[in-house]
């Protein structure tokens, strides 16, 4: 399930909220009782992820290899 970060504009503090797609827009209350929230833009880090494919020039990519 995805995670979605929050700030708080009444205490400042950043906090995250598991919740289902469906549900990515509704409010939440920050750990303190606010209201006063906005979701925030989060980026997304892809780590030991597949190549991206070669497009020739290379022994393996230009279809050389056995």
Same mark, same amino acid.
């Given at each position: 399930?995805?995670?979605?970060?929050?700030?708080?504009?009444?205490?400042?503090?950043?906090?995250?909220?598991?919740?289902?797609?469906?549900?990515?827009?509704? /409010?939440? /209350?920050?750990?303190?009782?606010?209201?006063?929230?906005?979701?925030?833009?989060?980026?997304?880090?892809?780590?030991?992820?597949?190549? /991206?494919?070669?497009?020739?020039?290379?022994?393996?990519?230009?279809?050389?290899?056995?």
């Amino acid at each position: 399930m995805p995670r979605y970060d929050f700030r708080c504009r009444a205490c400042g503090s950043t906090f995250e909220v598991t919740r289902p797609m469906a549900a990515s827009d509704e /409010a939440a /209350a920050c750990p303190e009782g606010h209201d006063d929230t906005v979701r925030l833009l989060s980026t997304v880090a892809m780590t030991g992820g597949a190549a /991206a494919p070669s497009s020739g020039g290379s022994c393996c990519g230009g279809g050389c290899c056995g």
